[in-house]
T-cell receptor, first 113, second 116 residues
Framework: SQQGEEDPQALSIQEGENATMNCSYK?????LQWYRQNSGRGLVHLIL?????REKHSGRLRVTLDTSKKSSSLLITASRAADTASYFC?????????????FGQGTTLQVKP | NAGVMQNPRHLVRRRGQEARLRCSPM?????VYWYRQLPEEGLKFMVY????????ESGMPKERFSAEFPKEGPSILRIQQVVRGDSAAYFC??????????????FGSGTRLTVV
C-alpha cells in the first residue's frame, strides 16, 4: 500500500454536519499537508502541520497529527455545499528539502444542500 | 500575482505525437515540480527543477519523458511518442524555497492530456 492513504475513499454528508477524513503514512516526516481539489481543477493548499505539532486550526478546519501512529485527520466543521471536493494528504517522506510530496489517493467529499 | 500558470489547459494528441506542457511559476519562485494524476488517483511526483537544473527526476519514466526549466521562459514537460497510457492530468507546482515552505506549495490548474 502507498504512503499517505486516506480513509474513507468517499464521504457523503448533509450541509451543516462535520466531515472527518483520515490519512495514514509509512515513513518519517517533517510535515504533513492537506490539499483540496475541486473537480477538474488544480490543488489548493489548506493547511500544513509540522511533525512536532499535534493539532492545528484554520477557520473551520482542524488537523491533528499523531506521529506515533503515523496518522493525521482533517475535520471540517459545519460543512457547506461549497466544501464538495476531493481532499488529499501529502507528506514530504522525511526529505524536507526536495519538494517531493507523496500524495494519498484522496477522499471524495460530497456535501448535500 | 497570477499564480502558477499552466498551458494548455487541455491537449489532445494522437498516438506517436509529441506533447509539450508549459508551466510558468509564481513570480519570485525558482523551484518547479511536476506531478501526474491518473483518473481517480492521487498525484504522483515526477520531477523537481530549479532554473537550468534538474534536482530530482526519480519519478520520471525512463523513456520518452523529459523536463527543463531554462533561465528564461517557462518550464516544459515534454512527452515524445505519446501512448494512451500517458493520458492524465499533469500539474505543476512552484515554491520559493528549497526546504518545506511554511504555506505549502502553489499548484497550477493542470494540463489534461488525452491521447487518442
Amino acid at each position: 500500500s502507498q504512503q499517505g492513504e486516506e480513509d474513507p475513499q468517499a464521504l457523503s454528508i448533509q450541509e451543516g454536519e462535520n466531515a472527518t477524513m483520515n490519512c495514514s503514512y509509512k515513513t518519517s516526516i517533517n510535515n504533513l499537508q492537506w490539499y483540496r481539489q475541486n473537480s477538474g481543477r488544480g490543488l489548493v493548499h489548506l493547511i500544513l502541520i509540522r511533525s512536532n505539532e499535534r493539532e492545528k486550526h484554520s477557520g473551520r478546519l482542524r488537523v491533528t497529527l499523531d506521529t506515533s501512529k503515523k496518522s493525521s485527520s482533517l475535520l471540517i466543521t459545519a460543512s457547506r455545499a461549497a466544501d464538495t471536493a476531493s481532499y488529499f494528504c501529502a507528506t514530504d517522506g522525511g526529505s524536507g528539502n526536495t519538494g517531493k510530496l507523496i500524495f494519498g489517493q484522496g477522499t471524495t467529499l460530497q456535501v448535500k444542500p | 500575482n497570477a499564480g502558477v500558470m499552466q498551458n494548455p489547459r487541455h491537449l489532445v494528441r494522437r498516438r506517436g505525437q509529441e506533447a509539450r506542457l508549459r508551466c510558468s511559476p509564481m513570480k519570485g519562485h525558482s523551484h518547479v515540480y511536476w506531478y501526474r494524476q491518473l483518473p481517480e488517483e492521487g498525484l504522483k511526483f515526477m520531477v523537481y527543477l530549479q532554473k537550468e537544473n534538474i534536482i530530482d527526476e526519480s519519478g520520471m519514466p525512463k523513456e520518452r519523458f523529459s523536463a527543463e526549466f531554462p533561465k528564461e521562459g517557462p518550464s516544459i514537460l515534454r512527452i515524445q511518442q505519446v501512448v494512451r497510457g500517458d493520458s492524465a492530468a499533469y500539474f505543476c507546482a512552484s515554491s520559493p524555497l528549497i526546504s518545506s515552505p511554511r504555506d505549502g506549495y502553489t499548484f497550477g490548474s493542470g494540463t489534461r492530456l488525452t491521447v487518442v
